[in-house]
């Protein structure tokens, strides 16, 4: 489940990151990119360290 949250956001940032590029209107400003960023490596973070202790058992 960490694994999907982590995607959906990295996804969501991909996407305002392209639409600034492309000269589209960008959904999020800096602070929102930093916080979907951030929240997208707590959350992939989470879903690797889960993984490590499912495979330790």
Known sequence: MA???S???FFAYVAN???GAT???A???DLGEAIVLFT???AFTIAILKRERDARK
Do not use: E, H, Q
Request: proline share 0%; no cysteine; glycine share 16%.
């Open 3 to 5: 694994l999907i949250i």
């Open 7 to 9: 995607a959906v956001l």
């Open 17 to 19: 990151v392209v639409l």
């Open 23 to 25: 000269g589209g209107a």
């Open 27 to 29: 959904f999020m400003g």
């Open 40 to 42: 997208a490596s707590i």
